[in-house]
């Protein structure tokens, strides 16, 4: 159990659909990230919140919208997508946002986009 | 050319034997994570070091900052162990950038 949990863990979704990932984590931390991770590509940072507060925004496309109401919950809402947006999406979290700080992960939710 | 490179892309190996995955990259960083990750998905933090070596059971990680590298070793392998193992580097900047992987499958 890594203490992050992420739900739905497979998700299909048709292009003009709307559909929301959420992430929960239970060990206290304040930072909480998504990830994107494409077939046979690295990891991508999409979003860095600390403290509930937005503080990376990696050029991703407006389709995909993250949501930090607290510092415990992390969502990312997702609508008109495109196939290439199929992937695992993960997300992390850590007890500060900075180089000194280990990230948890959660198993990840994986999207097929129809 | 990503900053971060893995070697081998992919490896099998028998079950006991003595496992090596390098990682070399091209920045100056603070910090450096192996991280696992099992079918499935979920990644797990092995290690993270900016100097020397560490130890955790049948792993052991090692980095050597002159040279910009860095080795995940796996003793006494097993068809457990098998899995991508992750190596990703945070920069001065604190951005996290992470390699393609490897994929290791120890056989039985």
């Known amino acids: 159990e890594t203490g992050v949990t992420q739900t739905p863990r497979h998700l299909v979704m048709g292009m003009t659909n709307k559909k929301s990932l959420k992430c929960e984590q239970h060990l206290g931390h304040n930072a909480m990230y998504w990830y994107k991770q494409s077939a046979k590509k690295p990891l991508e940072l999409m979003f860095v919140?600390?403290?509930?507060?937005?503080?990376e925004n990696n050029s991703v496309p407006s389709r995909f919208s993250p949501e930090c109401p607290n510092s415990s919950h992390l969502f990312l809402h997702l609508h008109t997508l495109q196939p290439e947006d199929s992937a695992l999406y993960l997300c992390?979290?850590?007890?500060?946002?900075?180089?000194?700080?280990?990230?948890?992960f959660g198993p990840g939710t994986r999207l097929t986009v129809t | 050319k990503n900053e971060v490179e893995q070697s081998p892309q992919n490896l099998t190996a028998q079950e006991g034997e003595f496992i090596t995955i390098n990682c070399s990259y091209s920045v100056g960083i603070s910090a450096l994570h192996w991280l696992q990750q099992h079918p499935g998905g979920g990644i797990v933090s092995l290690f993270m070091?900016?100097?020397g070596k560490k130890k955790h059971g049948r792993l052991i990680a090692t980095i050597n900052i002159q040279e910009k590298h860095s080795s995940l070793h796996i003793t006494a392998s097993h068809p457990r162990d098998s899995a991508v193992y992750i190596c990703a580097v945070r920069e001065y900047g604190n951005k996290l950038v992470f390699g393609a992987g490897t994929i290791l499958r120890v056989k039985s």
């Open positions: 070091l900016s100097s």
């Open positions: 992390a979290s850590s007890q500060g946002q900075g180089g000194a700080y280990e990230q948890y």
């Open positions: 919140y600390s403290l509930e507060e937005r503080v």
